[in-house]
């Protein structure tokens, strides 16, 4: 297993709750979510390489992964904790 890096991460009990029932509903550890949403994030953004990502997963398996349809374009950005999705800010 490659070496990881580790920290301490303050986090919004709500966040976190969510982050978990995420990562249990796409059957991984709370951990390996997070990584992946950053990974994913990375890449939408432009910083992080078109290669081969870490630990040998390649693009191909993490489109696999990633929901279709609806929900997956910019509008899919949650709301500032404490504000209701759908609202208008």
């Not at 991984?28 to 390489?49: D, K, M, T, V, Y």
């Not at 191909?60 to 990633?66: D, G, I, R």
């Not at 709301?79 to 999705?85: D, M, R, S, Y």
């Amino acid at each position: 297993m490659a070496k990881r890096d580790s920290f301490l991460l303050r986090i919004d009990p709500q966040l976190m709750d969510q982050l978990r029932r995420w990562a249990e509903d796409d059957l991984r550890s709370l951990n390996a979510q997070i990584e992946f949403l950053l990974r994913r994030e990375l890449r939408r953004a432009g910083r992080w390489p078109n290669e081969s990502t870490l630990e040998g997963e390649t693009e191909c398996q993490e489109k696999a992964s990633e929901p279709s349809g609806e929900g997956t374009g910019d509008g899919d950005r949650l709301p500032p904790l404490g504000q209701p999705q759908g609202s208008d800010g």
